[in-house]
């Protein structure tokens, strides 16, 4: 349809600029990334905030809520054939053989990382070492139609890795759930209310932890969220009975409830932003 | 808050409008400047009502207010883009799947036949897409003119490369419609004879589309009774470029937004009885207002029932309503509708080979029908509560719940239970209005005169802006705020137009509040 109007009905949306050749980042060498990937603890993102959770008030609200900063020329490379975004200050910077990417200039865990254009899916998972030192945040956002579908938010502190999640399909708050895995079997569940966390932690209750790990996302048959975390070293987590039990594998589910709640059914992108300075993508896989 | 006066808009009484026809292409010199100056003060009057009506919102209902609420309903997150596309508040688990089920068809890109496998590929594993797209139509899926349940397009992400699908990409403008017809000897629409009841302004390659939907903007500028002036545009439609010759001379043109489609079946399951109590055609109580039943056949029943669905009320229920739209709007057949939407003399479209059975099962609209039956309207939201009584005083003391009814309630023996007995605040009495001659598209459909609309739902009206991106009201979309809704009310709403001209700045500001939080 073409008006020819003085005033259009509806503004057209500008094309996006043409991509520019990448910044090779001066934070240098991958054993850099990982050095301050080996520091004590994950800082938190804020994941309640506008850029995780689309409970925001209107006049808070920018037009479009989910659009990162900075996207007057989109920054993109190929990465295990899906198409990586830079947000906000980050740099992209794929290694020769595409086995990696490394993703550096990592400031504000909520506005710099990078961004993974999907198709239509309803599972991803990576290899990675988006796990942080300690004082640095991870936010990594499942994105559906513009819109934020799910959060997970883990903050590293010294001896604490603390993770949460956000889930937006429910028209009130509620309650999710933690499902502790060791060696393929369930060790625990434990209840989660909105804004509350869950402490992974060394077992031997040593302060220098690293807490590395993969991480993925999907959608169950059910139309729950859930984000899943592989992690790699020694890992735990305190039970309220006061046990600590080893884990390998955390999931944060969602407890679709229903009442008013929204269908979800497929996402289309997955945000990671970070303050740690930079970390690493490897394999990717969807579904 | 009022507007500067710009010295070119010479603002006369309302009582004699001024009415700039025939905005052309290619406007003069002169034209151009004015056009500036308008565009200017409009943006200064969009500026001041944008901020008149934005109510400050909370997340947590204040204590007594909005106490009547549905179990239907709940309260959705504040702002959130997904505000019109829960499901019903009371809503069993064990109907979830079937919420899903319809949400995936809602969801679904329909695409030519053959074209599938490839369309999968590209799109994704869990990609949605059906082959049995047109061959003639507007839309490649629901989803695409109802976006998040509402009435926009899917945004275009910037950081997605364009695709040159030619088919499926959202353009940013709003999605319109352009119906036809013809003025029968016995005053009945009749399809306009070459290209039907629809511009269907997208085919199939190797087809032509049917035209170029394109429009004029009319403007009208006026002013309130404390002089504050505006003005309001209205997009006089045409097809350029018609692919089989000039439409006939006498056609009847009318553009038509997608409805929201919060509250549907809700709005379905109120008894007709409930409707015809509210009707008053001859005006009995002497208040100028005549809503009338739109009493139309029901196909599946052959019973004569209230129209409900549709700009003019012409839709009896849900189920004819989606067939009807996948049929015309997308090209896709059903039992109800088996047959393409291609003209009498198309015979490109007809020559198109058409599938050996309906696209889609009876079993798929039942899912889709009640995907649509079970969405949820946004409660109101709360805000300062002194604002908010007087802007809801004021909405009854200027006859707007005339036609505006606050409350319905739906009958007993639904087939869904999440519908029965609920207590409704639409603000709409689902009834025609004569809307005066401002509104007329003079294209009567069914027992619906050209200047009849049937009453629009006001609830999620504050979200509208949220959901879709902008506020666009009215079966053409024409008016950008509640505000510019309001003065083109005419005809039944006359009188309560021209009470809301003379009320004051801070009762019309009152009173957006009060509509900005439904």
Partial sequence: MQPTSLVRLAPRLAPPAARRPLAASRLGSRALARSLGLALGLGLALAALAACHDELAPDQEPAHPERPAQLAAPRCVAHQGLTHCALGAATLTPSRDGASLWVGGLGDAQRDGVAILLPEVTRFAQTGDVLGPAGSSLLARSMSDGVATSSLVAQSRRGVVELSATFTGASAPLDYQARLYHLGARVGTLQLGQGASLPIVDPNEGEDFDADGDSDFHIDP??????????????????????????DRVELA?????????????????????????????????? | MSCAVSPLLAIDDLRDLRDLRGLSRRPSRAARALHVALALTLGLAACSEHRASRPTQSTTPEPGARERRAASQAVPAAGSRNAYGHALANLPLERWPEVRAGKALFSTSWVPRGHGDRERAERGPASLVREGLGPRFNATSCHGCHFKDGRGQPPRDPLRPARDRGQDEPTGAAPVLLRLG?????????PEPTYGGQLQDRALRGLRPEGVLAWNLRLVVGQFADGTPFVLRAPVPRVDAPARGPLHPETRLSLRQPPSLIGLGLLEAVPAQALEALADPQDADGDGISGRVHWVRDPDTGLRVPGRFGWKASQPSLRLQNATALREDLGVTTSVFPDPPCAPGDADCLAVDAASGPELTDLELLQLTRYTRLLMPPAPRSGPLAELARGEAAFTALGCA????????????????????????PYSDL???????????????GDASGREWRTAPLWGLG?????????????????????????????????????????????????LTFLDSL
């Avoid at chain 2, 013809?182 to 009749?190: A, D, H, S």
């Avoid at chain 2, 005339?402 to 605040?425: I, M, Y």
Wanted: with cysteine.
């Fill in chain 2, 402 to 425: 005339r036609c505006h009814h606050p409350r319905l309630r739906t009958g007993a023996g639904a087939d869904l239970p999440e519908l029965d007995e609920q207590e409704l605040e």
């Fill in chain 2, 463 to 511: 979200l509208l802006h949220v959901v879709s991106g902008e506020v666009r009201l009215l079966h053409d979309g024409r008016a950008h705020s509640a505000q510019e809704a309001i003065l083109w009310h005419g005809g039944e709403a006359q009188a309560a137009r021209d009470a809301f001209l003379r009320a004051s700045g801070a009762d019309r500001a009152a009173l």
């Fill in chain 1, 222 to 247: 059910a139309g729950a969220c859930i984000w899943g975390v592989a992690l790699r070293g020694r890992a735990a987590v305190r039970l309220p009975d006061g046990r600590t039990v080893k884990v």
């Fill in chain 2, 431 to 445: 009834l025609l209005h004569d809307m005066g001659p401002q509104l007329a598209d003079d294209r009567p459909d």
């Fill in chain 2, 182 to 190: 013809l003025i029968g000897p016995g005053g009945e629409l009749l």
């Fill in chain 1, 254 to 287: 969602e407890q679709v409830s229903v009442r008013g709640s929204y269908p979800y059914l497929t996402f289309d992108r997955i945000d990671y932003l970070s303050s740690m300075g930079a970390f690493t993508l490897r394999a990717e896989t969807t579904r």
